[in-house]
């Protein structure tokens, strides 16, 4: 059975960092693209962002508005796939999860693909506030 369970949110000032973990299990972590969503406070889910992405092979994809500030990276001893944000800002805040849809390239949700027919976690609140 797939499974990811995302931690690590809190409340974080802003140009502070946090680290998000996402624990897989049932599949093959390093076969497939794993992403980090978030939903902000009041979007619906078809609002969602995918603010990180790492493919089977390739670069990991970042869209324009965590690029240099967001890093995903797979911990394979651990079975995580973590997201490290630096820098963070007041629009950062959102429920953060990932998912994945079990295909190997990314991005997942510009490439059509439907994270809601997937599988992902129940999510982790970021927080950016003074």
């Known amino acids: 059975q797939v499974q990811l369970v995302e931690s690590g949110g809190g409340l974080v000032q802003p140009g502070g960092s946090l680290r998000l973990s996402c624990a897989i299990s049932?599949?093959?972590?390093?076969?497939?693209?794993i992403s980090w969503f978030r939903q902000a406070p009041g979007k619906d889910r078809q609002d969602v962002q995918e603010?990180?992405?790492?493919?089977?092979?390739?670069?990991?994809y970042y869209p324009d508005s965590v690029r240099g500030r967001f890093a995903i990276y797979r911990d394979t001893a651990n079975n995580t796939v973590n997201l490290q944000m630096n820098r963070l800002k007041p629009e950062d805040t959102a429920l953060y999860f990932c998912?994945?849809?079990?295909?190997?390239?990314?991005?997942?949700?510009?490439?059509?693909?439907?994270?809601?027919?997937?599988?992902y976690g129940q999510g982790t609140q970021v927080t950016v506030s003074s």
């Open positions: 603010v990180s992405c790492i493919p089977r092979m390739t670069d990991p």
């Open positions: 049932g599949f093959d972590m390093d076969r497939y693209a």
């Open positions: 998912g994945t849809i079990l295909r190997f390239s990314c991005p997942i949700l510009a490439a059509g693909g439907d994270i809601w027919k997937g599988s």
